[in-house]
């Protein structure tokens, strides 16, 4: 079942969105999903993902950021610190109307967004990212060369996506000021990264069943264990200290370290 709701934002803009929750029962979890730059709530990657979920049990809620889609606002006033303010408000809406958010899903900007917002919401069990970028910053990559003009006249005209979009000098500021490792770093959540092919970082996995070889003296016949052979695959101009810093940021991974742990697999009929 979809449900149109609306809530206020910071500044008193009227922020529009879709509430997905299940057609029986009770919702068994509260999500949140952030959309894409300059998008709106319902590309088919918040819809599909929401419909998704929604058969699963789990509620979302997918809403327009300031200036965007159905919401109100001046998108030009907006920038990366109040699409993170819209999505706090987003999750008082959800606690104060049904339930706080336990999951946090971001597409794009949308996904370092919900990163840094999630630090906010103390409920939240889980992050996903789809496709988003390390730092928000990388989204000024887009603006090509625009941005020398934004920085010297204060504002442009950018087009994105074959759309004409205001783009001011305080959005840029507003982005440099962001330190997305630092938070990723404290998110103390489960996290889940989609990415593309084309990203600088890829771990690739293969698995295999090899023979113990260290059991001389075992009374028990040479069993064979399970191996899973991990290759991280980085690109870019990294210090030996950065491509170490990544190997140890790998290995802190939740499924790494279940992996690692006595795992205890409890099977029952649904």
């Known amino acids: 079942m979809q449900t149109t709701v609306r809530f206020e934002s910071r500044d008193g803009a009227t922020l529009a969105g879709v509430l997905h929750t299940p057609n029986a029962g009770s919702p068994r979890a509260w999500a949140l999903f952030a959309h894409c730059f300059t998008c709106t709530k319902n590309i088919n990657a918040a819809v599909n993902i929401a419909e998704s979920l929604c058969g699963e049990g789990i509620a ?4 327009d950021f300031t200036g965007l889609g159905s919401s109100d606002g001046d998108f030009a006033n907006s ?40 630090h906010a919401m103390e409920e939240v069990k889980g992050v996903v990212t789809i496709g988003a970028p390390a730092d928000p910053e990388n989204v000024v990559k887009q603006f090509g060369c625009k941005t020398d003009e934004i920085t010297r006249k204060g504002v442009a ?77 980085l690109k870019g101009d990294l210090s030996e200290e950065n491509r170490q810093r990544m190997l140890q940021i790998a290995d802190r991974c939740p499924v790494h370290q279940t992996l690692h742990s006595d795992l205890n697999v409890q099977t029952q009929l649904a």
């Open 79 to 118: 920038n990366f610190s109040s699409n993170v303010n819209d999505l706090v408000l987003a999750a008082d809406f959800l606690r104060e109307n049904y339930r706080a958010p336990s999951l946090l899903i971001g597409h794009s900007l949308g996904g370092a967004a919900v990163l840094a917002a999630a």
């Open 157 to 233: 005209e950018v087009q994105l996506a074959g759309r004409p979009f205001t783009i001011k000098k305080q959005f840029l500021d507003d982005l440099a000021d962001q330190y997305q490792a630092q938070k990723i770093a404290k998110l103390k959540k489960a996290l889940l990264v989609f990415h593309s092919p084309l990203d600088d970082v890829t771990v690739t996995l293969s698995h295999d069943r090899q023979h113990v070889s260290d059991c001389e003296g075992c009374e028990e016949a040479p069993q064979k264990i399970e191996v899973i052979n991990r290759t991280v695959t």
């Open 60 to 63: 979302v809620l997918r809403f």
